[in-house]
């Protein structure tokens, strides 16, 4: 008996988890670039741009795509990339700075946060390190409303324009990781998380 209330309960947390996530997020994400209004900032979150075989990863090409198409349409002026850089070898800022300026974004147009570790982190970096309170997340759909989510938890006013999303296998296993990691922040904000760096304010100008 007690091992099915067990059961009972977790089922109860995760799908309370997601829906009270999709909920929140309901009105605040945009697949038509022609409808999201303008933000002066955009929050591009990082994800590595290889996988293991050396080809792109589908995750990482939408999200530059995505950016690329909500900058050209002048829907933000400006872009922080947020990502891992952790080791020499592994940069995820600078592999995205590199990437939206071989697609015409000018330099002096993306910021760098080198301390992006988490969906968390990025988010409350946004407000805390570069000063904004109102911006646009590019992500794919599940993360955007994740991220609007903690967001709203933070006193933050965040929309969020969806990437392409991945299909088949790849797709999968992050899409059922997407549901357990919804719960996750529900534990992050229970406990009071923090980003591991903050640091030396930045002016976005």
Known sequence: ??????????????????????????????????????????LLLGTSKKLRRNTMNPYF?????????????????YIVVSGDNSRVSYNEPKDM???????????????????????????????KIFGQDSFTVIFQPFHNKRAIFLGKAKGLAIIGYNANDVVGEKGLKTNIREVFARVKVFLDLIFGKEPKFLGESIEIK
């Open 61 to 77: 090409k939408y999200r530059i795509d995505a950016a690329v198409e909500l900058f050209n349409a002048g829907k933000v002026s």
């Open 97 to 127: 700075q590199e990437s939206l300026m071989e697609r015409g974004i000018p330099k002096d147009k993306i910021y760098l946060d080198y301390a992006g570790f988490r969906t968390l982190d990025s988010v409350v970096r946004m407000n």
């Open 1 to 42: 008996m007690v091992l099915l209330f067990i059961i009972i309960g977790s089922i109860f947390v995760v799908w309370f988890a997601n829906f009270r996530i999709d909920y929140a997020a309901r009105d605040r994400v945009y697949d038509n670039v022609d409808t999201i209004p303008y933000r002066k900032v955009g």
